[in-house]
């Protein structure tokens, strides 16, 4: 089946960029998303990129797509410590509304 | 503002006991899911719906069943909680073919 890969934790100090990568085993994945998990709250959509798009650029976000590589990452510029959460990779296939989730990439920012 | 809710944000039970889990969404969304969150392991499926009355099994369904009577609220129901179900609950709502899942904010079971 399907799998979404992406590394469980990432720590990087406050004003420097974080690069959250995520790897994919769908092919026909059509629709892939970045999730932001903020403590004890649920998840809210943060961007999302189509598969026939190389890169998606929003305020301090940049989504990367490698297509051929299935290879997705989420740039965050200049973090700061409101950007600790947990980032979950997510991708769907035109012929279903279910997405299959990555584990959760935990961010720490720290001073 | 669009919304997801659920009855509550901590709940705890005892072995055995019937637990009911409620969520209701206020944008007319046809879909509906229910989604633990357990720490290393992400978010699984439990149980979706596509419409009122309809519901397919997810990744992990068992110990779980699902009552969608109304479009606007879906409930998951345990009906034997065993220590091995407390986790985060989490209850997801989408219109189908959109592109964004809204998320309630969770509630986390505890199952002594």
């Known amino acids: 089946g399907e799998d979404v890969e992406q590394s469980l934790f990432l720590s990087v100090r406050e004003g420097d960029s974080s690069v959250i990568n995520c790897t994919y085993t769908?092919?026909?994945?059509?629709?892939l998303y970045w999730y932001k998990q903020e403590p004890g709250a649920g998840l809210q959509l943060l961007t999302y990129?189509?598969?026939?798009?190389d890169m998606k650029q929003d305020q301090r976000l940049t989504v990367l797509l490698n297509k051929k590589d299935k290879h997705l990452s989420l740039r965050i510029a200049d973090t700061q410590t409101g950007d600790s959460a947990i980032y979950f990779c997510?991708?769907?296939?035109?012929?279903?509304?279910?997405?299959?989730f990555g584990r959760g990439t935990s961010l720490i920012v720290h001073p | 503002d669009v919304k997801v809710t659920q009855s509550s944000r901590y709940l705890v039970k005892r072995t055995g006991e019937k637990v009911f889990l409620e969520c209701v969404q206020d944008?007319?969304?046809?879909?509906m899911f229910w989604y633990r969150q357990d720490p290393g392991l992400g978010l699984r499926l439990i149980y979706f719906?596509?419409?009122?009355?309809?519901?397919e099994k997810g990744d992990i369904p068992e110990g779980y069943s699902v009552s969608r009577e109304k479009k606007e609220r879906f409930s998951l129901i345990l009906e034997s909680a065993s220590t091995n179900q407390t986790s985060m609950y989490l209850c997801?709502?989408?219109?189908?073919?959109?592109?964004?899942?809204?998320f309630g904010p969770g509630t986390r079971l505890t199952v002594l």
């Open positions: 997801a709502s989408t219109t189908t073919g959109g592109n964004e899942q809204f």
């Open positions: 769908d092919s026909s994945s059509t629709y």
């Open positions: 990129i189509f598969s026939n798009m």
């Open positions: 997510a991708e769907r296939s035109g012929g279903s509304y279910i997405p299959t």
């Open positions: 944008m007319d969304h046809e879909n």
């Open positions: 719906s596509y419409d009122v009355k309809m519901k």
